[in-house]
């Protein structure tokens, strides 16, 4: 095999046989599939459990009046056994997802001025922002 040159990298690498690669002492595959599972679990039963939560009134928020049942064509009571499934489990966030959790549970701020633009002042007084300005200027608040 002729070896390439290249001005910014030098010799091109050599093909050469590999070794094949053996599997660490006392890891087979049982194993990581097995842990692989339970990670995976852990994980998605962190976000089935608020997904319950949060479609709990599901009904009165659709129209036609769809609850998770319908919407799943389960029963009341398959739902109720994963509802106390999980409320069992006891789930403890991983640090990222209680960091992430808690920053979403914060109440919306009364003004974000990327969003809502400069705070001007009125004829009475009071600071509002343009966009709120606009808003009730068309009508719209």
């Not at 997802?97 to 001025?113: D, N, R, V």
Request: proline share 7%; charged share 25%.
């Amino acid at each position: 095999m002729e070896e390439q040159h290249c001005a910014l990298h030098g010799p091109a690498p050599v093909d050469r046989p590999r070794r094949p690669t053996m599997p660490a002492r006392g890891v087979s595959f049982e194993i990581v599939k097995d842990a692989l599972l339970k990670t995976a679990l852990e994980y998605t039963d962190i976000f089935r459990k608020p997904l319950l939560d949060y479609t709990a009134d599901m009904a009165a928020n659709t129209l036609g009046d769809w609850t998770l049942t319908k919407a799943l064509f389960v029963t009341e009571e398959r739902v109720q056994i994963v509802r106390d499934e999980l409320q069992a489990l006891n789930l403890q966030y991983w640090p990222c997802q209680k960091a992430f959790h808690q920053l979403l549970s914060q109440p919306t701020p009364e003004y974000h001025a990327p969003c809502d633009g400069r705070l001007v002042t009125l004829a009475d007084g009071t600071r509002v922002s343009e966009l709120e300005v606009m808003l009730k200027t068309q009508g719209l608040i």
